[in-house]
């Protein structure tokens, strides 16, 4: 059972539409953060929110924080080839170390 | 700096024999954590590392599975008698400390035939 479910598990689209990634939870977690994965690589860090109703942004992508700190999304404005992979969330608990994932949402950009 | 490195990059072996992963993590990161992604799964946390503490090991799926980490730096994975279902991913992350970022390795894609 995965503590954190995330949808959808994938995402084709056109190059320039918008796309929205959610990452849902029952439990609390003091911090939840984002990654990419391309193929053959590891999990690379692109956000950490964590104050509840935070919204942050990074150039084409926008990323929130639940009010009550249980639930995230990921927002890609005008996609691109180069945001194809496979986005991950994952949450920490309060005085914890150990990362909850969630099992991803693969996604593809069409040229 | 160099980032974390994992050997090897590919492992195929047969079922009932034993492997070992490598993994160097980010010099002066004192947390290590062995993660294992498997098809359609997110990560799944094995065992942690931090300083000369003692491991966390309440991740790993069963007394087939131990990992090592010898001089705070380098750890190994190893993973005895392997079934088809050890079959995965195996990723190895590093942070300077327990809350910190972490930054993760290529992995080591272990196949069992």
């Known amino acids: 059972t995965q503590l954190l479910e995330q949808s959808p598990q994938f995402l084709s689209i056109q190059e320039g539409e918008n796309l929205t990634v959610y990452c849902n939870s029952s439990?609390?977690?003091?911090?939840l953060q984002w990654y990419r994965q391309e193929p053959g690589e590891g999990p690379v860090l692109l956000v950490t929110?964590?104050?509840?109703?935070e919204v942050k942004k990074l150039k084409r992508l926008t990323f929130q924080f639940g009010d009550a700190r249980k639930d995230s999304s990921l927002h890609i404005t005008a996609a691109q080839p180069g945001d194809t992979g496979l986005y991950l969330c994952?949450?920490?608990?309060?005085?914890?170390?150990?990362?909850?994932f969630g099992a991803g949402t693969t996604v593809t950009v069409r040229a | 700096g160099a980032g974390v490195s994992q050997s090897p990059s590919n492992k195929v072996t047969e079922k009932g024999k034993d492997v070992e992963l490598r993994c160097d993590p980010i010099?002066?990161?004192?947390?290590l954590y062995w993660y294992r992604q498997s098809l359609g799964q997110g990560l799944e946390f094995l065992i942690y590392?931090?300083?000369?503490?003692?491991?966390?090991k309440s991740g790993l799926p069963s007394d087939r599975f131990s990992a090592e980490r010898t001089g705070g730096s380098v750890s190994t994975l190893t993973i005895q008698r392997t079934q088809q279902e050890d079959s995965a991913v195996y990723l190895c992350?590093?942070?300077?400390?327990?809350?910190?970022?972490?930054?993760f390795g290529p992995g080591t894609r272990l196949t069992v035939l």
């Open positions: 992350a590093s942070s300077f400390d327990s809350y910190n970022e972490q930054f």
């Open positions: 439990s609390v977690f003091s911090s």
């Open positions: 929110v964590v104050t509840g109703g």
């Open positions: 994952a949450g920490l608990g309060s005085n914890d170390y150990k990362l909850s």
């Open positions: 010099s002066g990161h004192t947390a």
């Open positions: 590392f931090q300083g000369n503490s003692a491991p966390d």
